[in-house]
């Protein structure tokens, strides 16, 4: 094999690489320009994200008389990116996500939040081996302990339990906590609280309720501690520029859309009970917590 | 430890070897300070639930679970043979101007950066797109390759070249004298390179491109082991029957489906490049300002001096303790593998056990062994240090297992643990010592990817970063890791050349690669 030709092999190889770069390009460009995309950040299982936004999109699809297309993402700073790149024109973002996007691209809006996310909470999970109890009162005895976030840019795994980490125990989480991680999402948080890896953890509401439901959850192992005061999360978040794609008043349709979804199934697969309409102005309070954690400049 | 110290005195008189052996023991201490600094404990209460869900997983592979995983072999495939074939090419070339000071720092630093944060750059500038994963995978493998062919070219014989008439000319000289000297070399390294890819590609798939990777961290997260487990078994299969289905003759059949295969993605701006390139990696305080106001440049350095002291010095630390005992780690693994595949040591279905065994070990990403290891002990280094020992232990043992068939023993030799310590480690120890000096700067690109642990090493610094859309943060980071890899690149080589190590890399090579044409 060693003896073929080096020049037939190196113009091959070239030919190839040439014609394979050509046509990655066109391929890599294709009709997106008529496709109206969306995508959502990756907060919990992500089979279950695709199925629950596969079926979004084929109701938005049908009702909107446009092709849309759902594309999975791996991390909530890619679906910023994605969107602040004008790959994606509609997104499913946290609170936090949502602030961060909203002020990188101008012009764009939040048109629609879940019903539950006006008064969103963070639950505290802590192992039974810990002894530590429910109460009202922040949980002062987690100080010390091995402690895990969710994702690094979770509004409810890591913005809003940070925040309430720093005004209850006065130290930042590095110094409050034996050790500090970031688990990735809040499955994998209620997981490894579970088996007792970290003791304490910070997980969406939302997640905890599902899982339990589920019957992932053994609550002789992990359980609830402390439950923070509600803040405004999850949102749609349209870019300012769609009405020129799609047609003077698209924005408003999609939102309309939104608003009118009844089917339970698509609701209880989020879970929400309804979507009601939003504003940026709603999540204020979240610009503000983050500034004050120094986690937007 | 005994073992690597109880070479004969014969042995440690000749100068060499005793270089080597101080070597080891000075490689030995450091790694044992580093243990001291390391934060390591076991804490864990109920592992045995999720570690059973684990094994269940494994002996239940679910083939079906997967729609796409046809589809992701063969784009794992595909973005390997492109991204590869783009950097062994560019490689090449740039093997012909190495001697360039430039050349030779742009490739240091491209291949300094972990393929990961390559991907995470190009996100940044081009989407999800296939052009994304080919230059995530060709950019350092250029970087990696120059520098191996322009080693080779160096080092191969120049009896011919002598034998070349006064007068001709540099093209035929050089396709005549120089290249076919080399080109066994090349095509074979070139080839070793290409499972390399395959590992890459693979695991491109964490930040979203559509190769097995992508599947795999999905399965994974979600506690899907059976998914897991039939992903990986699906993996293993493409890495270990890699000499059947990746010939030379086949090669330019692929390379030309390759680039159909890679799928579509979203539109390629080139405004958003420019503003990459432009604005965000821009440091922040001088950003869109007046940069002959010297006010800029002196908030830009209390900035810098921030990043420096609060985040890149202690990411520094965490790095080099980490990669330091895993390195280390990694000797005493690859020391007790090699037998396994051994001809020397075990008869033919003992080695395809060993063999399947290093497959299984090299081949898993090390994160998962990682999260798994989390999972038992609780978070701490060790799970990272035995997740990188592991996976760097197998693919030098693996290695090592190989050169070992080839050396030739006297009739009347020793056997079994006396054939190990007095005849085969010494003689091995040369290739040993290189194969770790090469992986030493590798190991530590790889403590990039552990951060998920809450070890804060300048990856996990980096990635968060990159989670607060901070990217002249992240892009300083990176410059910083970058360099701490070109400095402990020159350090190995300069080791290297102290040790007189290089030559018999080459040497393996030949050995090595002769194995893989089989």
Redesign the interface.
């Known amino acids: 094999?060693?003896k073929?030709n080096?020049l037939k092999?190196?113009s091959?190889?070239?030919?190839?690489?040439g014609?394979?770069?050509s046509?990655?390009?066109p391929?890599?460009?294709?009709k997106?320009?008529d496709t109206f995309?969306f995508t959502a950040i990756p907060d919990e299982?992500?089979?279950r994200l695709r199925q629950r936004f596969n079926k979004v999109a084929d109701y938005l699809g049908q009702k909107l008389g446009v092709s849309v297309k759902y594309?999975?993402?791996?991390?909530?700073?890619?679906a910023?990116?994605?969107f602040r790149?004008?790959?994606v024109q509609l997104a499913w973002f946290g609170g936090l996500s949502g602030v961060?996007a909203r002020s990188?691209v101008s012009g764009s809006k939040a048109i629609a939040q879940g019903f539950e996310d006006k008064a969103f909470e963070t639950y505290f999970i802590a192992?039974s081996?810990t002894g530590l109890k429910s109460s009202p009162a922040f949980p002062k005895g987690i100080a010390g302990k091995?402690f895990?976030f969710g994702?690094?840019?979770s509004t409810s795994g890591r913005l809003m339990p940070e925040f309430h980490i720093r005004e209850n125990l006065g130290k930042s989480p590095h110094d409050a906590f034996k050790?500090?991680?970031?688990?990735?999402?809040h499955?994998?948080t209620i997981?490894?609280v579970?088996?007792?890896?970290?003791q304490v953890g910070a997980v969406n509401f939302k997640v905890w309720e599902n899982e339990l439901k589920a019957g992932k959850i053994?609550t002789s192992?992990v359980s609830i501690i402390w439950k923070t005061p509600p803040y405004p999360d999850y949102q749609w978040t349209i870019r300012g520029n769609v009405d020129g794609r799609w047609g003077a008043g698209f924005e408003d349709r999609v939102k309309e859309v939104l608003l009118n979804m009844r089917d339970k199934d698509l609701l209880s697969s989020f879970p929400r009970s309804s979507f009601i309409s939003a504003s940026n102005s709603d999540y204020q309070p979240i610009l503000d917590v983050a500034k004050a954690i120094k986690?937007?400049? | 430890m005994s073992k690597l110290l109880s070479i004969p005195d014969a042995l440690l008189n000749r100068p060499q070897n005793s270089s080597m052996v101080g070597t080891s023991f000075m490689f030995v201490c450091v790694a044992l300070v580093c243990l001291y600094l390391a934060?390591i404990s076991i804490?864990?209460?109920?592992?045995w639930?999720?570690i059973h869900r684990m094994m269940l997983g494994v002996i239940t592979p679910d083939f079906f679970a997967i729609d796409a995983i046809g589809s992701a072999l063969v784009k794992t495939v595909a973005f390997a043979l492109?991204g590869v074939?783009?950097g062994a090419?560019s490689g090449f070339f740039l093997a012909q101007v190495y001697h360039l000071r430039t050349v030779r720092l742009a490739c240091s630093l491209v291949r300094s950066v972990h393929e990961l944060f390559w991907a995470l750059i190009f996100?940044?500038m081009l989407?999800?797109?296939?052009?994304t994963g080919?230059l995530a995978i060709a950019l350092p493998y250029a970087g990696i390759c120059a520098k191996v062919y322009s080693e080779t070219f160096e080092e191969a014989e120049a009896s011919a070249l002598q034998a070349v008439p006064l007068g001709s000319g540099i093209v035929s000289t050089f396709?005549y004298a120089r290249?076919p000297e080399v080109?066994?070399h090349i095509?074979n390294y070139t080839g070793y390179r290409f499972e390399c890819g395959l590992r890459s590609s693979a695991v491109l798939g964490?930040?979203?491109l559509p190769t097995l990777g992508?599947y795999l961290?999905?399965a994974f997260?979600?506690?899907?082991y059976s998914e897991v487990s039939a992903l990986l078994i699906t993996f293993y299969v493409l890495i270990a029957t890699i000499r059947y289905w990746l010939?030379?003759?086949f090669?330019?059949v692929y390379?030309?489906a390759?680039?159909?295969l890679?799928?579509?993605?979203?539109?390629?701006?080139l405004g958003?490049v420019m503003r990459f390139l432009t604005v965000d990696i821009v440091p922040?305080p001088l950003r869109g300002s007046d940069l002959l106001d010297a006010s800029n440049w002196m908030k830009f350095f209390s900035w810098a001096q921030n990043m420096l002291t609060d985040q890149a010095l202690p990411g520094i630390i965490a790095t080099i303790v980490l990669t330091q005992i895993a390195l280390v780690g990694t000797a005493f693994l690859s020391l007790a593998f090699f037998p396994l595949i051994s001809e020397k040591f075990l008869g033919k279905y003992g080695r395809m056990v060993g063999h399947l065994f290093l497959v299984i070990v090299r081949s898993t990403p090390e994160f998962i062994l990682a999260y798994v290891f989390?999972?038992l002990w609780?978070?701490?280094m060790l799970p990272a240090i035995i997740a990188l020992s592991l996976h760097n232990g197998a693919i030098i043992g693996h290695l090592m297992g190989r050169y070992s068939n080839e050396i030739r023993l006297r009739p009347d030799h020793a056997n079994g643990v006396n054939l190990y310590g007095y005849e085969i480690v010494p003689r091995l120890y040369g290739q040993f010592l290189a194969f770790l000096f090469y992986r030493w700067e590798v190991i530590m690109r790889e403590t990039a990817i552990l951060?998920?642990?809450?070890i804060a090493t300048l990856g996990f610094y980096v990635?968060?970063a990159?989670?607060?859309?901070?990217l002249d943060r992240a892009m300083f980071l990176i410059a910083i890791t970058a360099l701490l890899n070109v400095g402990i690149d020159s350090l190995s080589r300069h080791i290297r050349q102290r040790l007189r190590l290089s030559r018999t890399v080459q040497n393996h090579s030949r050995v090595s690669t002769q194995a893989d044409?089989k």
Do not use: C
């Open positions: 094999m060693i073929m080096f092999i190196t091959a190889l070239f030919l190839s690489i014609i394979g770069l046509v990655a390009t391929l890599s460009s294709p997106a320009s995309v299982d992500e089979s594309i999975p993402v791996k991390s909530y700073a890619a910023v990116a994605a790149n004008d790959q961060r990188l192992h081996s091995v895990t994702s690094k840019g050790k500090v991680g970031f688990s990735g999402n499955s994998k997981q490894l579970q088996s007792g890896a970290y053994d192992k986690l937007i400049d | 934060d804490s864990t209460y109920d592992p639930l999720e492109v074939s783009l090419v996100l940044q989407g999800l797109t296939p052009l080919i396709f290249l080109w066994v095509v964490f930040v979203g992508f961290e999905s997260n979600e506690g899907n010939r030379l003759k090669l330019g390379l030309i390759a680039p159909f890679l799928g579509g993605g979203a539109d390629i701006k958003n922040a989390l999972h609780g978070p701490s951060g998920i642990l809450g990635d968060s990159l989670a607060d859309i901070r044409g």
